[in-house]
């Protein structure tokens, strides 16, 4: 599966958008994007996928580039409840499923 | 409601001694996986089982033991041969093929003392 890069930290004020952004520049054809976040000493929550076309469900939107070479999460209207570690993850989907490699993730501080 | 759990939260052993960790789901997920976490770092494979009576060493295998004799278990055995035993250990399922995103566990923290 492809390698992804995350900034290790970031901070968003309360109210506002926040952006994440994700690079995996390595990624093929036949790979998905994941989005995982765990808040402090919980199991990671799955929060969306996607393949090419850009996804929104109820907790974020993913926005994939053109190229599928990096993608942003957004959380539109970030609470203090959003802080967490978010991990962003490429992987092949196919009949053999293959387990999911977690990097360091970006550290999101939600601001009052 | 269906989901996955693991017992117990928090979990202290004496050094040298075996210790096993409970993870049980009822989503009839067919694949489960057993992560480490160290404070500050990523999630660390250890074992994943794609379907009884089946599994797989992850990157970090060496010292644990894990069975499947049923669909919803997946116990871990973090044995005496594990050097540095102290971590947060989390349990996933998922569906064994497609898409579908992982459900994870609430976790257990293990203490060694």
């Known amino acids: 599966d492809a390698k992804t890069t995350q900034p290790p930290s970031m901070d968003c004020a309360e109210g506002r958008a926040a952006n994440l952004p994700c690079n995996h520049s390595?990624?093929?054809?036949?790979?998905?994007v994941y989005w995982y976040r765990q808040i402090h000493s919980q199991g990671p929550q799955y929060i969306i996928h996607g393949l090419k076309n850009n996804e929104t469900n109820e907790m974020a939107s993913l926005i994939i580039t053109e190229d599928r070479k990096s993608s942003t999460l957004i959380l539109p209207h970030a609470t203090l409840r959003d802080t967490a570690v978010y991990y962003c993850i490429v992987r092949v989907v196919d009949t053999g499923r293959r387990a999911l490699t977690f990097g360091s993730g970006t550290r999101l501080q939600v601001q009052p | 409601d269906g989901g996955i759990t693991q017992s117990p939260k928090y979990l202290f052993r004496k050094e040298g001694q075996n210790v096993t960790l409970s993870c049980e789901q009822n989503?009839?997920?067919?694949?489960m996986y057993w992560y480490r976490q160290d404070p500050g770092q990523g999630l660390r494979l250890i074992y994943y089982s794609q379907i009884v009576n089946d599994f797989q060493k992850g990157d970090i295998a060496e010292g644990y033991s894990v069975s499947r004799e049923k669909k919803e278990s997946f116990p871990l055995t973090v044995t005496s041969a594990q050097k540095n035993p102290t971590a947060f250990y989390l349990c996933?399922?998922?569906?064994?093929?497609?898409?579908?995103?992982?459900?994870f566990g609430s976790g257990t923290r293990l203490t060694v003392v």
């Open positions: 390595t990624i093929s054809g036949n790979e998905y």
């Open positions: 996933a399922s998922s569906i064994a093929t497609g898409e579908d995103g992982y459900t």
């Open positions: 989503l009839n997920h067919d694949a």
